[in-house]
Structures are given as C-alpha cells and as structure tokens.
C-alpha cells in the first residue's frame, strides 16, 4: 500500500495545533479568577465547559467520521473550533468564555475520533504504533510550547516599544489591555483556520475501518454497559483524566497561593514543566513496558504520583514547584496502560468500548470543579487534596485487572521462545 507522507505530517500537525488550544487552560485560571473576580470552583467551570464537550461527542463524532469520511468532519471541526475562539477573542467576558470553550471542546474531541484511523491508513498499519507514539510526543511538545507563549504575551503585551513588535501591536488593538491574556485566543483562531484552509487544498486517501475501529451500532453499546467491566474502566479512565487534569489546572494557582510566585512566569513554567516531563516520561515508560506486567508498571508509577503529590502539597516552596511537575512524570503511562488494559479485558466490539473510554476525558472537566468547590470552602490545599482518592482509584486497578491479553514482556518474549525450541 503507498503510504503518504503528507498526510502524516497533516495528522502530526493536527495533534500540535490540538495541543496548544486544550491545555493553556492549566495556566489561566489564576488571570481568570483576578480577571472576572469569580470563586475557584467558577474558575475550573471554564475547563469543565470545555472538556465536558469530550464526553457529549466523542461517541457522536464516530457516527459522523463513518458516514461523511476524515475530510469534511475534519473541516467542520476546525471551523467550529475557530467559532469558538473568535467569538471568545472578540468578546472576552466570563459568560462568552463559559460557551465558547464549549464550543472550541467539541471540535476538539471530533479531530480527535478522525485523526487516529486516518493516521493508521496514510502512515501504514505497521508503522502505526510508532507513529501514534510520536504523535503522542507532539502533542506533549505543543503543551510545553502553549504556556511559554501564554508567557510572553502577558510579559511584553502593555510592555513600552511593544508596538514596534507587529505581532504585540495587532494583538493589542484587538484586546482589552486590562486582559492581554485573552490574546492568546486571537492566535488559536487564527491557527484554527490555517488548518481549515489547509484541508481544503489536500487530497484524503480513503480509510477503511475494520471491524475493531468501525463505530459499532447501539446495540454494541447497549451490550458493553452491561458489563461491570466496561464500567469499571470507565470510571477509572474517568478519574485518571482528572489526576491529569486536576494537578495541571492548580499548580499555578497553588504556586502563587502557598508560596507567593508569579503565575505569569514562574506558575506558568511549572504547568510547562509538568506537561514536558508527562511527555518525556512516555520513554522512560516504554522502555518499563518491556521489562514488567503494566499493572506493576501502573502500581509503581501511581505511587510515585501520590508521593510527589504529598511533596507539592507539604513541602517548602522550593520542593512543591519541582514536585508537581514531577507528578507528570509519572503519570505519563497511565493513560496508555488503563486504555490497553481495558481492550484487553474484553474479546469484542473494541471500537464502541474505545468510544466508551473516550467519554471518559470528561473526568478533566468534573474533578477540577471538585477542586475548587473544596477549595473555596476549606482552602486549596485541601481541595487538591481531593486528587489522592482519583489516584486511588487508578491505583486500583493495578490490583484487579485482569486481561485476556498480558503485554508482551522481554522475559514473557524469552519463556515463549525456548518453549517454543
């Protein structure tokens, strides 16, 4: 089969483009709760808005991706993601914020459901592993990337000799200057329709699914929620989003809180820090999947998470900037080892049961409201203290998974071989 390059540079450029509007929410929540003087819990409903479109489409967007094909629902998705951001750019107020990240969520989570198949078929089916990995690295990339340009932004926007900056100087005639962190939101638009033209002039090969990817029908659906199973990881995928989620969302906050440091620099680097470290972890990961079972793999690294969480949470201020990045580190495998663990678990209908995972991203929307709501009442230390039970239940399932299929180990590869001579 002829493999097109092209369009794997689309997909890996999709991922980046993807990356960089989902997670600078993490560094904005301490602009947003001076910016619009709302409670923390009012502050994460912003995120909860925009990932709560994962578990509203995520299932939809399959249907769509198999009826109208990668291209036009590719389409309609940046062009609602552009919507989003410019209705929020142009109108930068709480309640437009609340719609539009909706809005900007849902196209998201559609890219999301169309690119994998996509990148399997132009990449090629043996290179696919390979290339979802390397994909998961840009998207990782563009995390580190966005809070840096957050950064910048607030640093230089009101800055004297800013307008010999073109850039700075469009950015500021079309942003209040009382909030030169909304101009973030003029770049993503402008990058959403890049991409919208883009797609426009490029030829899609044609994808066909197979049984495992197709969308599945209802009854499919209807038949896996019947299984505690299916629930089980649900809620776990669920809580791990909300690990992910929940720590990224607070650092800065907690940082300017606790220890007094600036959110726009120092706060901002840590939340860059912790998604560049949850990338470069996927390595150290990798080569851990090769030694041990993933559930030992998923056990120690929870651990580490917890650990580190403490250490954030009660150390000096020097401790808790190293060790919520440090959280990342660990949490790098533990999306990829709860997905494999939980289509291993079952014998069929693994698209419907992938669809049935993704929903639970919404976990990203749900626990850091939990966060704040504690936070507002108790303190914040103690609302991200809500983050020890989410990690529990990952933990758990390091105890009680029990897949069809093991992941194939260096010593499993070695004990088939000379049994097999």
Not at 249 to 261: A, D, E, M, R, T
Request: proline letters at 4%; glycine letters at 8%; hydrophobic letters at 55%.
């Amino acid at each position: 089969m002829t493999r097109n390059r092209t369009m794997v540079g689309l997909v890996f450029l999709t991922f980046f483009v993807m990356s960089l509007v989902t997670n600078i929410l993490n560094s904005l929540i301490p602009d947003i709760i001076s910016s619009y003087s709302v409670t923390l819990a009012a502050a994460a409903f912003l995120n909860f808005a925009f990932f709560i479109a994962y578990g509203v489409m995520s299932i939809p967007a399959g249907f769509w991706v198999e009826r109208f094909t990668e291209k036009p629902v590719m389409i309609v998705a940046f062009v609602v993601a552009t919507a989003g951001a410019l209705t929020f750019a142009v109108h930068p107020t709480y309640s437009v914020a609340l719609r539009s990240f909706f809005v900007i969520g849902a196209g998201m989570a559609t890219l999301q459901t169309a690119i994998n198949p996509l990148l399997r078929v132009a990449g090629g089916e043996e290179h696919f592993a390979f290339n979802s990995a390397f994909a998961q690295l840009i998207f990782g990339s563009a995390s580190f990337v966005s809070p840096r340009i957050y950064s910048y932004l607030v640093e230089n926007f009101n800055r004297p000799g800013s307008q010999n900056n073109p850039l700075l100087a469009i950015l500021s005639r079309l942003t209040p200057a009382a909030l030169p962190w909304a101009s973030i939101y003029w770049i993503f638009a402008a990058s959403t329709a890049l991409m919208v033209v883009l797609l426009g002039f490029l030829r899609f090969p044609k994808v066909e699914r197979t049984s495992d990817e197709a969308a599945g029908s209802l009854q499919m659906y209807a038949g896996l929620l019947r299984r505690p199973t299916v629930w089980a990881f649900f809620l776990c995928v669920f809580a791990y989003v909300g690990c992910e989620q929940g720590t990224a969302n607070w650092i800065s906050k907690f940082l300017s809180v606790y220890h007094g440091y600036d959110p726009h620099t120092t706060g901002a680097t840590a939340v860059s820090w912790f998604w560049g470290l949850l990338t470069a972890g996927c390595f150290i990961g990798m080569g851990l999947l090769k030694l041990f079972d993933s559930r030992k793999v998923l056990i120690g690294t929870t651990l580490g998470a917890l650990l580190c969480l403490t250490a954030a949470l009660f150390g000096s201020a020097h401790v808790s900037l190293v060790a919520f990045p440090a959280i990342g580190l660990f949490a790098s495998v533990m999306w990829p080892i709860l997905v494999s663990l939980g289509l291993n678990s079952v014998a069929e209908h693994h698209g419907p049961f992938a669809g049935i995972l993704s929903t639970g991203i919404m976990g990203g929307a749900v626990v850091p409201v939990i966060i704040g709501r504690i936070g507002d009442h108790f303190g914040l230390r103690s609302g991200i203290s809500f983050l020890y039970l989410t990690f529990a239940c990952v933990l758990s399932v390091g105890f009680w998974a029990r897949p069809l299929i093991a992941n194939a180990t260096l010593s499993l590869k070695k004990t088939t071989t000379e049994s097999g001579s």
